[in-house]
């Protein structure tokens, strides 16, 4: 039958209990926008973990000597062509490569003339760092000026250890590809801050060359290469193993397994969050459709008696419960945009930053709405109000014309 | 085309959900012919409603045959028998006619509607039947808006304007004082006399009786006296 007017009836029908739909639509709009804004944060947490794990000299693929990670140090390196870049091999784009980075990091033990600490020397090429949290630290003193810079970038935390500061020099003590120790003191350019004290303990950074020349190895241990967009990590991963046989090809999720379990996690947690709201919201629409039905027992039949066929009543149960799931859904996902935008250049968290800071998160807090969190609302609100007129249409159709006319 | 609207032979309704089954009708032969105003009598229980359903398709007999418009309602489906209804009988019950979220005028294309009739026809004949059954005037108001023979009478209106072999009304006037049981009577003389449409009613109400052509009297389902008036 006609379906404007099956519509135009469903729609006017809502407007009879202005109320009891009024309360209804509230609570789902108020539903889908809470499941948007929170999910939002979810995921903006979830980007933010990601991104600290890439920052952190992971890159999305990382290339590692073999047995490196079990036993880290110059012995465990590989040399690439001085003009190797990742988007020379087939199937890797250079629109998806951000940026790499090859470094030297070997254990070493630094002394001030107070203090000892083990820690990782890590060579760079501080141009090439912008892939990493290295490239937008802040730095108190001078930042290293090239690969061949010869003095060190200290974390503020070890240096509060050490108890040494900018300008001052320290003695390195590092392993060789002999097995010989090595030892040579340098002049600190600067203290960095880092999103957690473990990171300003754990690393020096030099000149990428200065490391060379101190280790008498013009070698790498370990490059980095950053994407523009998670997406591409699988195919660029296949594409290294394939060309860079022999060496172990890594992503960040193979370097912090706790990350990408919590990043997976997050991505059932959030399935699971709407479809535990939703299915809430499920059993508020079936009442309120089952009364709605209910309480037309005769007009319904009456409707069957002059000819409507049971199908037509159906679609209109069908219908009524789409309009009021449809109409929650548009208000909840505009009062939801108005509750986000506001937040959407990230809320500062710094009075929690302490708490924060100590799982490596910053402290601003920047949520992420993404269409494919927004479709899964819309898709499962949609399914949910589907389901949820199944019980009210079977009542529906089994009102018979009679059974209305007799009472 | 036959003559006979209605043919009815032989039949039974019996109703045997409870303990004890109930006889609603017994045997019932009734023949009603093109353009006849009738009108069942009988004490409460005798089963005029449970005839004007069994002849309207709205329910099923136990036994026998029933035939509208040359059509056997036996061997239809339950969607058949709802586009019998929707393009073949006009009813008017005796409350709860009209759907409440519609004004007048679109109770009254409703049943076009789901007919199929284009929207422009629709309300060419909609208001059409309005004014010529003096209702123009409240075409714009919902049935809340309406007095019970004002919402009676768009009933019939909805009922005749697509035209059906057979008005079916079971109590029309029950709800109405006499003078707008007049009224609704003079509406329903007009539909049969000048558009020759062929009316059932079920009534206690002697007004009623005194319209139609011919009166049926049932007892205990069986048709005990079948009455027309002379002349008429
Ligand atoms: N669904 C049903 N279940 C059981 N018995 C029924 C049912 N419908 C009707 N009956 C019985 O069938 C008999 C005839 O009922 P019907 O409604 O046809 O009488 P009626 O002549 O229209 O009475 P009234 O003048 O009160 O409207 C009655 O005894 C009634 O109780
Ligand atoms: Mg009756």
Redesign the interface.
Known sequence: ??PM?LFQ?SW??L??RRRRNGLLLAAISFAVAGVVVLNSFIRGMQVQMTQTAVNNMNGHVKVLAPGYLDDPGIARSFDLAKDWRPDVLEGIEAEMVAGWASRVRVPAVVMSERETRGVQLVGIDPAAEAISFIGDMAVEGERLSGSEDGRLLVGRALAEQLETAAGRRIVLITQGADGRNREAGYRIAGLYDAEGEGLEKAFLFTGIANVQNLLDASVITELSVRLTEDRHGPNVLSRMIDALTGLDVLTWQDLEPTAAAMHEFVDVAIAMWFLIVMGALAFGLINTLVTAVMERT??LG???????????VVVQVVVESMLIMVLGIVIGLALGMLLYLPMASGIDMSAFAAATEEFGFSALMVPKLEAGDIWLVVSLAIVIGLLASVYPAWRSVKIT??E??RR | MSDLVVSCEGITRVYADDAVPVHALRGVDFEVRRGEWTSLAGPSGSGKSTLLHVIGGLDRPTNGEVNVDGQRLGGLSESQLSDLRLNKIGFVFQAYNLIPVLTAVENVEFIMQLQGVGAAERQTRARATLTRLGLDDIGDRRPGELSGGQQQRVAVARAVVTEPVLLLADEPSANLDSSTTQDLLELLRNVNEQHGVTIVTATHDPMVMDYAQRRVRLRDGAIEHDESSSGA
Request: charge should be positive.
């Open positions: 039958m006609n007017l009836l006017r029908n407007w009879r005769r007009e009456m409707l069957r008696a002059v000819g409507m066929r049971p199908r037509a014309p009679l209305a006319m």
